[in-house]
């Protein structure tokens, strides 16, 4: 940093630094810090030998410093002034809150306290390199860059030795309560420019001396004068609170809410909303470790298309309410947010989409029900004054394409029939505001028939608030709010994207597009401020219902700590989870479960030592899967003279170089263990597939290895499908893992050698090779020979629902049909006067204990245009052997309605098939037909209203 102009010159290894940092975090699981003591800046004259002399010396330095990780235990603080405490401007006064002293030397020696609290130092929260990270105090530590400052003189300015920026005061400053922020250094900007009063420790805000630097509150309502305001007294109703700091909050206070990073209302007292992920365990770095066998992680969870594959509504109550435990207790500690961005309830329509692994299938019904527990999991716990956390269910609307064949997602116009849009794509964001009650959902970065999905007052307003009853917020996805002029063109300036937004439903800007032109876009008329009002009345209820203006003091989730995250009950929980995800596809000749007593294993594959390739993607930080492989399981269970392990190739290379290795193993061995699949780098986030089979060279591998050892066991380690068409016909066993979570290499293991019996079915079709000539793009589930097991004519390798077991079950009905009511009229089944219900006695009639997922399926026999077939219900049982037990399946409105070609959603009179695994059963419906919805009434309704 060269003084005065505070301008990084030459050559800085500050993202190396930062990087490594990020590293030791999610490496070292007692919170260690990594001693770093280099700092290295060429100057701009230097040589280019002398740079690279340089940049040789700090990564030695990085390397040794990786050796030397010193454990520091967490500090004693000050109960009135806890960790997180944001750094504020205040009236000046004369309590310790604003007296700093600074102290300088050399790393680790250059840091700004609390001169009465010198264990409190000036912290960047969450170790941010971000613009616009929240200046903090926090508990010295001794060792993070992020701690290290330096007020330089010369122009009155705050830096940080970690990245170069500036103390900046937030928004438009010169307001008591702005929070101080990191922003890149600008010369002369006053709202960068402090004095130091070195006599009585005061920092000064150098355009308003009478505003002092302050430690601020970590607590709402707490400081006069809003102490007293309506907004700050529990005993009102939330509405009125409301509608009182609604009126206190100045237009660019309301526009600087309306977007993920926004800074709360610091004038006023009240903190910001932080937004997160979740979808399988907390998206975070680790806290505080609760104990010696902790590595205060999150729990990382199976994916949502594994915990699909469960069919277990119990099971996902249970994980969700778990992870929103871990998040209230990180959150406590400053790692992550409360308004989470889960669960994904997009359907996973195609097999090559990228972020199929995020959702649990593809069938509608199974993801409504998902949601329905999942989403209350999350939201729904001890307090019920208070939201647990906030639940966003995402992508609304008919999400599910990357970037393919020149159609990427921010640009992508997905053309939806109007039958498709209510059959297949609304289902789940139904059900998410009509009975998970989510307080918030994401639009999606596409356009729908050439409304892009952020500014679709009809789908937004008319239908999700004003149709199903959706009272919370709608959030963009990321930059969709801007992607409404730069990616689809649909306006063509700030102030009408804004409007577009704005008055399409969208609520809040993942982004900056709001902050930084919705202001201008209401002065220029292009909206009114009472217009603005409605969103951020939507966003200021929610942000009471989490209790983040309230006093933490009486609030119950405030006071969870980190004894309460990766607990031993949560790893149980996810071995529970991995165990019940696991689908046996194939077990000829009973291979399958081997005898650890006595059998040995050649352990090959890519996958065959796989640890975080386990946790799909939208993970935290976890360092417990690197000792949970499934190489380790296996080895624990069996022993290390009874495992062999050669990976003979990776995910996707063409080199074969280590197939000798694998072969030799395999033939050394009584059973080959080939695990194969995919990873991030095959199916991602804004990366689809462009083909089915196994990438690389891994079919080949497989082939080889069967060539050396016809006891091969394949293991499927991947979210998207994977069209194995000549591998299904020669390899005896064959087994689908899916992405299975922190405990997924014991889940595997336990599965294997028989511990526990599968009973995962499949939530996805799974097709040939060459389903890829279907065009990605084409949205009509029907055409071009459908897609998904409800419209595919062609013949999968494996459909929806496939799942063997160790075990047989056998399935009756559990009242004579013959005598039962097998007429109902549509009225009285759509008005649920009358409920259509199958009792299903299901037995365990081998010899192994198990769980069994029992699926009930609908055909409707006089509807063309119908399904060809759709899941209405579903059970799970665990049986012992010789065990029977009756399980419940409902025929509900939803199962049972149709859609015609208009969008008219109704029970209609006719004959059906009811399908329970071997069992069927005919049912008729009579009478009138009896709508349910109809999108031509609510495009009717829309155009009047607007």
């Known amino acids: 940093v060269a003084e005065p102009e505070n301008k990084i010159i030459g050559i800085n290894f500050r993202y190396f630094q930062t990087q490594l940092f990020a590293i030791a975090k999610k490496l070292n699981r007692k919170k260690s810090r990594f001693l770093v003591s280099s700092w290295l800046i060429a100057s701009s004259s230097s040589s280019d030998r002398m740079a690279k002399g340089m940049m040789s010396s700090s990564l030695l330095l990085i390397f040794c410093a990786c050796l030397l990780s010193v454990s520091l235990s967490a500090p004693v603080l000050r109960d009135d002034i806890p960790n997180f405490t944001n750094v504020q401007l205040w009236k000046c006064n004369d309590g310790e809150r604003q007296q700093w002293a600074m102290q300088t030397g050399s790393y680790p020696n250059n840091t700004i306290f609390l001169k009465q609290l010198p ?11 971000n613009t616009g990270a ?40 010169n307001l008591s309560g702005v929070n101080i922020q990191m922003q890149p250094c600008v010369a002369n900007d006053a709202s960068q420019q402090f004095v130091f009063h070195a006599d009585d420790g005061t920092v000064h805000y ?21 102490s007293s305001y309506p907004f700050c007294n529990t005993s009102v109703d939330v509405d009125d609170r409301v509608e009182d700091l609604l009126s206190r909050m100045e237009l660019f206070e309301k526009t600087q809410l309306l977007q993920n990073n926004n800074p709360g ?14 979808l399988h365990g907390v998206l975070s770095g680790c806290g505080a470790a609760s104990g010696p066998d902790s590595t205060g992680c999150p729990t990382s969870f199976p994916h949502a298309l594994g915990l699909g594959a469960t069919f277990n509504r119990t099971l996902w109550s249970h994980v969700s309410s778990t992870i929103s435990t871990e998040a209230r207790a990180l959150h406590n500690q400053g790692v992550t947010g409360l308004a989470f961005w889960a669960p994904d309830i997009n359907l996973f329509r195609d097999p090559r989409w990228g972020r199929g692994q995020e959702v649990p299938g593809e069938d509608p019904y199974l993801t409504a029900e998902y949601v329905a527990h999942y989403s209350r999991g999350l939201q729904e716990g001890d307090d019920p004054r208070y939201l647990k956390v906030i639940s966003t269910c995402k992508h609304f609307s008919a999400y599910d394409l990357e970037n393919w064949n020149g159609n990427n997602r921010f640009s992508f116009n997905a053309i939806v029939s109007d039958r498709d849009l209510v059959e297949y794509y609304w289902v789940p964001f139904r059900s998410c505001v009509q009975r998970a009650h989510a307080q918030s959902i994401m639009c999606s970065y596409n356009a729908v028939n050439g409304v892009p999905s952020c500014a679709n007052s009809l789908f937004q307003n008319t239908i999700v608030r004003d149709e199903w009853g959706f009272d919370g917020f709608i959030v963009s996805d990321c930059g969709a709010v801007g992607g409404i002029q730069s990616g689809h063109h649909y306006t063509n300036t700030s102030d009408a994207t804004c409007r577009a937004g704005i008055l399409g439903g969208c609520d809040l800007n993942c982004g900056s597009f709001y902050g930084g032109h919705l202001e201008d876009a209401v002065k220029n008329n292009a909206l009114t401020e009472a217009q603005v009002d409605v969103s951020v009345r939507r966003v200021l209820k929610h942000m009471f219902m989490l209790g983040l203006v309230d006093p933490t003091e009486g609030q119950y989730y405030t006071h969870l700590t980190s004894a309460v995250v990766d607990t031993p009950e949560h790893r149980q929980l996810a071995l529970q989870a991995a165990h019940q995800l696991i689908v046996l596809l194939k077990n000829d000749g009973a291979l399958l479960p081997l005898d650890p007593e006595k059998v040995s294993v050649a352990i090959i594959g890519p996958h065959g030592n796989a640890t975080q390739d386990m946790l799909s993607n939208y993970h935290g930080n976890n360092v417990l899967v690197n000792s949970h492989s499934p190489l380790a399981a296996i080895t624990a269970m ?9 990976a003979g190739c990776d995910v996707s290379t063409n080199d074969t170089s280590h197939f000798a290795d694998a072969v030799a193993a395999a033939k050394s061995s009584d059973v ?43 293991i499927q380690m991947n979210g998207g499908p994977l069209a194995i068409d000549k591998l299904k016909e020669s390899v005896p066993a064959i087994v689908e893992a899916f992405y299975p979570g922190e405990m997924g290499g014991d889940a595997i293991a336990d599965i294997l050698f028989g511990k526990v019996s599968p009973s995962g079915r499949l939530p996805y079709t799974i097709y040939p090779a060459d389903f890829i000539k279907r065009s990605y793009a084409n949205m009509d589930l029907r055409n071009e020979s459908g897609c998904t097991y409800r419209y595919y004519t062609g013949t999968p390798l494996w459909t929806f629902g496939d799942g063997l077991s160790y075990t047989t079950f056998d399935y009756k009905w559990g009242v004579d049909l013959s005598t039962s009511q097998l007429s109902f009229d549509a009225g009285r089944v759509g008005r649920q006067e009358d409920a259509i219900n199958y009792t299903v006695v299901v037995t365990n009639t081998g010899k192994v204990d198990s769980d069994v997922s029992v699926l009930g399926f609908i055909t409707a026999q006089e509807q063309p245009d119908a399904p060809l077939k759709e899941l209405f219900d579903f059970g799970r049982v665990h049986l012992a052997a010789g065990e ?8 509900g409105p939803s199962g049972l309605s149709l859609v015609d070609e208009y969008g008219v959603e ?37 155009q009047e209203q607007n």
């Open 638 to 646: 069996l022993g290390a003279s009874k495992v062999k392990f050669a």
């Open 119 to 129: 264990n409190m130092v000036l912290d960047i929260l969450g170790w941010s390199n």
């Open 672 to 714: 080959a263990l080939v695990f194969v699949g995919l990873n991030q780098d095959r199916e991602s986030e804004g990366h689809d597939r462009t083909m089915l089979e196994l990438p690389g060279v891994q079919q080949q591998l497989v082939e080889a290895i069967l060539a050396a050892n016809q006891h091969v066991i394949l």
């Open 206 to 226: 150098a355009s308003n001396p009478e505003l002092c630097l302050d430690a601020g509150t970590s607590t709402n309502c707490t400081r006069a004068p809003t």
């Open 906 to 942: 109704a029970i209609r009179a006719g004959h059906y098939k009811i399908q329970v695994e071997d069992l069927s059963a005919d049912l008729e419906i009579t009478g009138e037909d009896h709508v349910i919805f109809s999108l031509p009434e609510m495009k009717k309704r829309h």
């Open 884 to 891: 029977s037990a009756t399980v419940h399946l409902t025929v």
């Open 265 to 278: 209302i610091a004038r006023l007292g009240v903190k910001n909303f932080p937004f997160a992920e979740c």
């Open 134 to 173: 929240n200046l903090q105090v926090f508990g010295k530590t001794g060792q993070p860059w992020n701690e290290q400052f330096k007020y330089v003189s010369a122009n009155q300015t705050i830096v940080s030795l970690m990245n170069g920026m500036c103390a900046s005061a937030a928004g438009k400053g």
